[in-house]
Nanobody
Framework: QVQLVESGGGLVQAGGSLRLSCAAS????????VGWYRQAPGNQREWVASISGSTTKFADSVKGRFAISRDNAKSTVSLQMNSLKPEDSGVYYCAGFVLTRQYWGQGTQVTVSS
């Protein structure tokens, strides 16, 4: 059974950086798309970034500050977050998509203080 686990969250000051990791129990390459999403308290979940093959996409709110990458050898997808802002705070989730199925991790908390 496919499992995804996020890690790397924590508390960071505004302007700082964090690197999140999404690890798959199987090969991360089985997914057509891997995406990162976040949910702040009181808000709906929003899409942050995704990677499909060598193509990466980012929400306008994080473009230029975040980067997404895949390491097939380690079966992970990472989200590098730089120049963090308080509005980046929330629970970050990774999700893998293949054919008609989707798999979600449990989330990792990111808190950016002003």
């Amino acid at each position: 059974q496919v499992q995804l686990v996020e890690s790397g969250g924590g508390l960071v000051q505004a302007g700082g950086s964090l690197r999140l990791s999404c690890a798959a129990s199987g090969s991360i390459s089985r997914f057509d798309v891997v995406g990162w999403y976040r949910q702040a308290p009181g808000n709906q979940r929003e899409w942050v970034a995704s990677i499909s093959g060598s193509t990466t996409k980012f929400a306008d709110s994080v473009k230029g500050r975040f980067a997404i990458s895949r390491d097939n050898a380690k079966s992970t997808v990472s989200l590098q977050m730089n120049s963090l802002k308080p509005e980046d705070s929330g629970v970050y989730y990774c999700a893998g998509f293949v054919l008609t199925r989707q798999y979600w991790g449990q989330g990792t908390q990111v808190t950016v203080s002003s």
